[in-house]
């Protein structure tokens, strides 16, 4: 007879905002209260990364895929940083990460798959052509994004980069999320007049 797996945990309101925000916050807190060094922030990014990805196993005995995403990134990056005293690695994760999401949603749309429906299809009620349009503007998004923090970093002192990457990626990530609202919002109602015709 063999032992019945752990059952998963209902995640605490507060959980979410801790993994998704712990590392790059220590990051900037690191950067900014302890001498601006960002070899010396990366430990505070890998720290708490790995304190966030912990407490989500911990608590809920999970950890959802985005964050696992974003701290296990910072983890690798931040580490390849600190064992070759360079910080390209660390500047050059949210570009890594930008472009593999944005290659995931391209290649999962063009194997007729969608991964952003896959993700959030019981939080939102969308057609299929609804859910195509917001895929790929996600997809040119992160594409952005990835094209952006390559022009900061290289071109801005480290200050502007940090703070470009917290709380300026989540700035314009809230941003970008406001002005698909519109155009979420009608295809809703698209759906949900085909909902009761069928």
Known sequence: MTDAAPAVRESPPWLKAVVDYLGPVAFLVGFFVMGR???????????????????SLIVVRRVPPMPLV?????????????IFHDTTFVKMKTTFV??????????GMRLGKNPLKIMMGEALKLTEAGWRT????????????AVLNEIIWRTQPDATWV????????????????????MMMK?????????KLT
């Open 98 to 107: 930008d472009l593999t999401l944005a290659a995931a949603l391209f290649i």
């Open 134 to 145: 917001l895929t790929l503007r996600y997809a040119a998004f992160f594409l952005a994004m």
């Open 187 to 195: 295809d809703m109602k698209a759906a949900e007049a085909v909902a």
């Open 163 to 182: 703070l470009f990457r917290m709380p300026g990626l989540l700035i314009l990530a809230a941003l970008f999320a406001m002005t698909q609202l519109p």
């Open 70 to 82: 974003w701290g296990g990134s910072a983890l690798i990056f931040g580490t390849l940083s600190l």
């Open 37 to 55: 060094n960002l070899l010396f922030a990366t430990w505070w990014l890998v720290g708490g990364s790995a304190v966030a990805l912990l407490l």
